[in-house]
């Protein structure tokens, strides 16, 4: 059913373009009555924030279509969850154009990793215009860090229209911004967030020929099929790729990370000391706030690190020495990728359970991610302990990690109630997804109650309070 409902072909175009259109199968006084409540709402108390859901606790019908459920499970696989990050994007008559960003990851500041395991959603209650203030995308542009390709082409950009019950599932990296409402109309675009829980499977979905470069390696990664490697007379000079991969044309370093992991082990010693170069240069660069990264980005985000990834298994070796290394930006991104690489040895498991005890945050936060991506259970008590981290990205991540570990870490569950209290919001969420995918009877006891004390009534309000 999830094939027919969002096919191969599908899932390619989402790839290519970062971006599908799906019909949420609701009638039309659906999608009405959410939008008086949005009016009465957005008039009577303000934007809730991340409480649009619980306020109006039906948006989740949308999610729970099996049209909208086909491509999420498509892209994010089996047991994807919600993030507690949503908002009604209000625009009313009058509202002025956005400027060009990506969202962050809830400041949290994660690699823009090339591989699927996070989407956003945009849901519009009502039709939308191109004179409403739609939201626009550069479709195609997911893995640039600028919008240099609209100065060239400013017929780059796309505006989301349709009808009401519209859902836009995008690539989370995708460049977007809101237009300038000309109309007399409110539009409302609510935006929830979706991530991947386990690794992809094995599957008898062919290859896809005619696709190169990132595109190509998604489409193995998903089917867990060994990357296709061209002839080497297609992958052209070492030294080449090399200069491409530190050059500024965004789409000829993209080009080149994947040119230079098709290469294969050959050029793991040149990739490395491209990664120490690179991030000694520019981890502080990168961690700087940026519209690519409102809220600041991660020192491990790095070309040679993409394509260390690309490259797979072949890798791994080098990766677990870097994760020794004497400069910590470089330890931070070494433990990054071979959480990307998603294969666990022992070095691996090694090398990432020692950098939860490295003294740089930035290297515990991507361990304790990197184990998650793993499922790393031989890591799940080391993990327990970051869950008291002064940092509360390194706990929100160690959350996450048992999160995707589940049953087999359900032992902790005491170790995650101090999590439900905790200052972050998003570490209180990420503490009951946790104790939800444990399983356990413990953990549901823990869940349940405090669930019992801390619900929302959407039926209350400053109108009606009792």
Same mark, same amino acid.
């Given at each position: 059913m999830i094939g027919q409902l969002f096919d191969d072909g599908a899932l390619r175009d &989402?790839?290519?373009?970062?971006?599908?259109?799906?019909?949420?199968?609701? +009638?039309?006084?659906?999608? $009405?009555?959410?939008?008086?409540?949005?009016d009465h709402i957005m008039e009577s108390e303000g934007n809730p924030g991340n409480n649009i859901l619980p306020r109006v606790p039906e948006i989740q019908t949308i999610f729970d279509t099996p049209s909208v459920q086909a491509a999420l499970t498509r892209i994010l696989g089996p047991g994807y969850v919600m993030h507690p990050h949503r908002h009604c994007h209000h625009r009313p008559p009058g509202a002025a154009p956005q400027g060009w960003h990506k969202d962050d990851y809830v400041?949290?500041?994660?690699?823009?990793?090339?591989?699927? $395991?996070?989407?956003?959603? &945009?849901?519009? +209650?009502?039709?939308?215009?191109?004179?409403?203030?739609?939201?626009?995308?550069?479709?195609?542009?997911?893995?640039?860090?600028?919008t240099a390709a609209l100065a060239a082409d400013p017929a780059a950009e796309m505006s989301i229209t349709g009808p009401a019950g519209t859902v836009a599932i995008v690539n989370f990296d995708v460049w977007h911004r809101a237009c300038a409402n000309t109309s007399q109309l409110n539009r409302y675009m609510l935006k929830f967030q979706f991530l991947r829980m386990q690794e992809p499977t094995q599957t008898d979905t062919g290859a896809w020929e005619d696709a190169e470069g990132v595109v190509r390696y998604q489409w193995d990664w998903l089917r867990q099929a060994a990357p296709c490697t061209p002839p080497a007379s297609a992958l052209g000079d070492v030294d080449t790729a090399l200069a491409k991969l530190q050059g500024d044309d965004e789409a000829a370093r993209l080009q =080149?990370?994947?040119?230079?992991?098709?290469?294969?082990?050959?050029?793991? +010693?040149?990739l490395v000391d491209c990664?120490? =170069?690179?991030?000694?240069? $520019?981890?502080?660069v990168k961690i700087a706030k940026s519209p690519a990264n409102p809220a600041g980005g991660n020192p491990a985000d790095l070309a040679s690190a993409h394509a260390l990834a690309a490259m797979g298994p072949s890798a791994i070796d080098a990766l677990v020495d870097l994760a020794g290394d004497s400069n910590w930006s470089v330890r931070?991104? =070494?433990?990054?990728?071979l959480g990307t690489i998603g294969r666990q040895t022992a070095d691996t498991s090694s090398a990432l359970i020692g950098g939860l005890q490295d003294d740089n945050f930035w290297v515990r936060r991507n361990a304790a991610e990197a184990l998650g991506i793993l499922a790393a259970t031989d890591g799940a008590e080391d993990i327990g302990h970051v869950l008291q981290d002064e940092d509360w990205r390194v706990r929100l991540n160690g959350s996450g990690a048992l999160a995707r570990i589940g049953p087999p870490a359900a032992s902790l569950a005491g170790k995650v109630v101090p999590l439900l209290a905790d200052e972050n919001r998003y570490v209180r969420d990420s503490a009951l997804q946790t104790l939800r995918r444990f399983d356990s009877p413990e953990a549901t006891d823990i869940l349940l109650r405090h669930l019992t004390t801390s619900r929302w009534?959407?039926?209350?309000?400053?109108?009606?309070?009792?």
């Open positions: &989402f790839l290519r373009h970062g971006y599908a259109l799906i019909d949420s199968d609701q +009638p039309p006084e659906f999608h $009405r009555d959410v939008c008086d409540r949005l400041y949290d500041q994660n690699v823009r990793h090339h591989r699927g $395991r996070w989407v956003m959603a &945009f849901y519009y +209650p009502q039709a939308v215009t191109t004179d409403m203030g739609p939201t626009a995308i550069l479709p195609g542009q997911q893995h640039h860090d600028t =080149a990370t994947y040119t230079l992991a098709g290469m294969g082990a050959s050029v793991v +010693p040149a990664l120490r =170069a690179e991030a000694t240069l $520019r981890a502080e931070a991104t =070494a433990v990054d990728v009534c959407p039926l209350t309000s400053k109108d009606s309070t009792f």
